[in-house]
């Protein structure tokens, strides 16, 4: 109907019509891991009982993406051979009452499929950065930057050689530091020792004494030299916190980035152009004026992904400035290699299955010789356009894995589902 009016207003219309998925998506997923987290924060390991969220999503996104995925091929499938073969009526035509089951079809598996799949991709993603760096080892008190592993010991001060006086203490705290393994560690130049790039000292940090040790501690006469002294990237673990709150931010600037990409697609009303520009309109064949329009989608997207890339700078020089090894960098630099490693896979992916271009194309012109030549010039077709994003994948995993190990890989995955809100909306 909003059509009728002009192809900018239908073109709005629909565009934030899908736009209720995409921010319904990233805001639900958002809201959902929020509240658990608030609910288990004083547990142990609260990431454990938020992965029972991820398996919920996978869960739902199995029914509604299969379920719906076998609907609207039957329904889409079925419309289309009953109107055109049997009756020659033209697709989505109203005088074919299949076309009713196959827009449903197209809402079930298309829309809420898809929303589901991609509900449980994202969240997902943020509860996987998270969960990684959850996880901590035990560092050897004898010397931590030998990286060997043990518990953390308390005794008789007889049982650390080494150690300054015990002024008459007979026992000493737990005396610990945790490495975080997600984030890699560094060798030395024989490659025979090691620190973690993140080494976290609970009980202090240089010549502060930490909340984590008791004040009666100190009272009875122990002093910081009586507790492991983090330096280098030891200091790295007062930023152990801002590892959590990470993906939080980069999926939070997002959904904003998508609210703003959402109002950028626009297409002035037929009503309101110059006459030149009116004419420009009246001139397009229909090939052109659907490229124009998608133009118009891909501005969004690429608005919101460059407004995501400067928003999440600020949040890493927030979160990270002052650590050793410039992770405020890194960490921005997982971002951008996930961003625009997922840009290059829906380029690509378009590449291969518009009809303006080669690939739809020839499988086009194979029809001319008969149903075998289409199936075997669309298996190849097929075939082909998942070895590139394949390689983009390698490529993007390789380098965030150079930027901050594990954890930057999965920073990479949560920044390329950062502008999910606008892309959702475009296929939505």
């Not at 033209?90 to 076309?99: I, L, S």
């Not at 809420?112 to 950065?129: K, P, R, T």
């Not at 229909?286 to 400067?310: M, N």
């Amino acid at each position: 109907h909003a059509c009728r009016e002009g192809l900018g207003t239908g073109l709005s219309v629909a565009f934030k019509s899908g736009a209720v998925m995409g921010l319904s998506v990233t805001c639900l997923s958002m809201l959902g891991i929020s509240i658990l987290y608030i609910a288990f924060m004083t547990q142990h390991h609260p990431w454990t009982y938020l992965s029972g969220f991820g398996f919920g999503a996978s869960s739902i996104a199995l029914f509604a993406r299969v379920g719906g995925g076998v609907y609207t091929k039957a329904a889409d499938v079925g419309a289309d051979l009953v109107g055109k073969y049997e009756n020659n009526i033209p697709e989505d035509d109203k005088r074919n009452p299949a076309v009713i089951a196959d827009n449903v079809g197209d809402n079930v598996g298309d829309v809420a499929g898809m929303g589901a799949d991609l509900f449980e991709s994202y969240s997902g993603s943020i509860i996987a950065a998270c969960t990684l760096a959850a996880v901590y080892l035990d560092i050897n008190t004898s010397d931590p930057t030998l990286g060997f592993f043990a518990d953390c010991r308390s005794g008789n001060w007889t049982d650390y050689p080494g150690l300054p006086d015990s002024n008459g203490l007979t026992t000493v705290p737990n005396r610990c530091i945790y490495g975080i393994p997600a984030l890699g560690r560094f060798y030395d130049s024989e490659r025979d020792a090691f620190q973690y790039a993140f080494q976290y000292c609970p009980n202090m940090y240089q010549d502060k004494e930490a909340a984590t040790v008791s004040k009666a501690l100190f009272d009875e006469g122990f002093s910081n030299e009586h507790f492991f002294a983090c330096n280098d990237y030891g200091m790295n673990g007062q930023y152990a916190f801002s590892l959590f709150a990470l993906p939080f931010w980069i999926a939070g600037v997002g959904i904003i980035s998508s609210i703003v990409g959402i109002y950028v697609v626009y297409e002035k009303d037929i009503s309101k152009m110059t006459p030149e520009e009116r004419e420009e309109v009246e001139n397009r064949d229909e090939l052109e004026q659907l490229e124009v329009l998608l133009g118009k989608t891909r501005d969004g997207i690429t608005v919101a992904a460059i407004l995501s890339l400067l928003l999440t700078l600020m949040v890493t020089f927030l979160l990270f400035f002052g650590t050793t090894g410039n992770y405020e960098w890194r960490m921005w630099g997982c971002m951008l290699i996930g961003l625009v490693a997922g840009i290059f896979i829906g380029q690509f992916t378009e590449y291969c299955t518009s009809y303006s271009y080669t690939p739809t194309m020839s499988i086009a012109e194979a029809s001319e010789t008969g149903p075998a030549t289409v199936i075997i010039q669309g298996i190849g077709i097929g075939m082909i356009s998942c070895a590139v994003p394949t390689l983009i994948l390698v490529v993007a995993i390789l380098g965030a894995e150079a930027c901050a190990d594990v954890y930057g890989i999965s920073i990479a995955a949560v920044g390329m589902l950062s502008p999910l809100g606008v892309t959702l909306a475009t296929d939505a």
